[in-house]
């Protein structure tokens, strides 16, 4: 706190000499440095190799290119790593944003602030081939009698249980390789993840994955879009807005989702 | 003792007495309040309590979960109630394997012994993960593959291998020369075990085996990592819902209700066999 009221002061001497590309300067946690957050580990294609400080992967790419908008240079970007938990606990934070497929909802957002979107989310619905072979099919009558499964801790469950309505309860668990698990060892028929999550699973971790279906992402009722995440009433979301925004505008989003999550077309859209 | 003398009123030893009560509850109740007083006050002046009041203690999200998980937590009541059993047998019979004299069944003995140092020697979650993930990805067919099957499976197997224990210190409890007396009035091994040995063993075991039932009756939410959705992750579905922590102090609330009274009643028991003793 001291911190920072010491750096705004310093940002007041130095007066009007800055830029609108200093906006962010002195509401960071560290002044000059913006220290952003993700999963551990993070996921493809969302960070490559859980290693978000190559810029590869599509949301470390738009964490750089925010940051450059903000005015932080790419060796000014910190990395930190934190759980759902650590994000929405109270008190302090350790990190200025944090952005690891958080869907912004409005229960959320009375804890926490999110960022203007940056990403709207088809969610997807993955199976194995020998479901398919059994006649499964995307469709809502189809989907409605299978063994599903979600991590606990995502938007998923809500769409499970409001849209599909399977007729067994599904089972729920911590994260996606538990899920893959649960699959492989047919405890559960489908699983349902965000579309480019599913399509990793289904390419690269479950041999016989098959992606059956999406919801697509402008669906009408509660569509799922990626925010990042910061402490409520950061006056640093401004600044982050500003900058996404901008990126949206000028197509820098579309070109970034374009390379690192392109392969999403052609996926059959569930009725 | 005052009937003895048969003296009217109380003497001045119970006077005393008394008034040392007096002063001690008067001190007890006084130091409990100064604390409650301290903790009602001090908390909320710290700087973050108000965050961590909408987080943790937000009524409006109490109201809004708490069907729902007791719901779910009938699940962990249901898990309970079908394992509970089967540790009672399942450890007693690991117990007696434990307790064969003869060398030709020394390799009974051997098992129990391994069994019991493996089963508690790896935590309980680890268990439930390599049983609840590992045996049903052998290829089983549902319904055979069932989480709750395997799941509970692993609590029995670990839950068994600590109150096998508890029946053994039971069944060492027992003096050497009652066994000594049974087989000399002629009762088989087995008939000792059974009429002599174990009504003794068990009793006295109880207020520890009380003890594991409630251990048991919180380890059952562990089942909620391979799939379950019982209360434990229920609170966590939420949580990620409302990015709020208030249905972890719902589903808190919810086990306290259960194992409080249980926890009382082991006490009970315990001071009621320590008056039986002395």
Known sequence: MRLMTLSAALTLAAGPALAAKDCAAGKTITDGTLTIATGNPAYYPWVMDDAPESGEGFEAAVAYAMAERMGFEAEN?????TSFDESIQPGAKNFDVNLQQFSITEDR???????????????????????????????????????????????????????????????????????????????IDAAIFDLPTALYLSAVVLEDGVVLGQFPADRTENPDRFGMLMEEGNPLRDCVNAALDEMAQDGTLAQIEAKWLSETTGVPVIE | MTA???APGPTRRERYEARARRRGSAIALGSTVAVLLALVVLIPLAPGWEAVKKSFFNAEIFARTFPGLLQAFLLDVAIFAWCAPIIAIWALVIALARDVRSPALYPLRLFAVIYTDIFRGIPVILIVYLIGFGIPGLGLQRPWNSPYIWGSLALILTYSAYVAEIYRSGIESVHASQRAAALSLGLSRADMMRFVVLPQAIRRVVPANMNMLIALQKDVALLSFIGPVEVLRQAGVYKSLLANFTPYVVAAIIFLCVTIPATRYADYLIAKQNRARS
Do not use: C
């Not at chain 1, 009375?110 to 194995?128: E, G, I, T």
């Open chain 1, 109 to 187: 957002e009375k804890v926490v602030d999110f960022s203007s979107p940056y990403y709207s989310a088809a969610m997807a619905v993955l199976v194995r081939q020998p479901v398919v072979e059994n006649g499964a099919e995307p469709t809502l009558e189809s989907l409605k009698a299978l063994k599903w499964g979600a991590v606990a801790t995502t938007t998923a469950v809500p769409m499970l249980t409001g849209l599909v309505d399977p007729e067994d309860d599904p089972l729920l668990y911590n994260d996606n390789p538990d899920v893959i698990e649960a699959m492989k060892s047919n405890q």
């Open chain 1, 77 to 81: 970007v910190t990395w930190t790593r």
């Open chain 2, 4 to 6: 003895t003398h048969g």
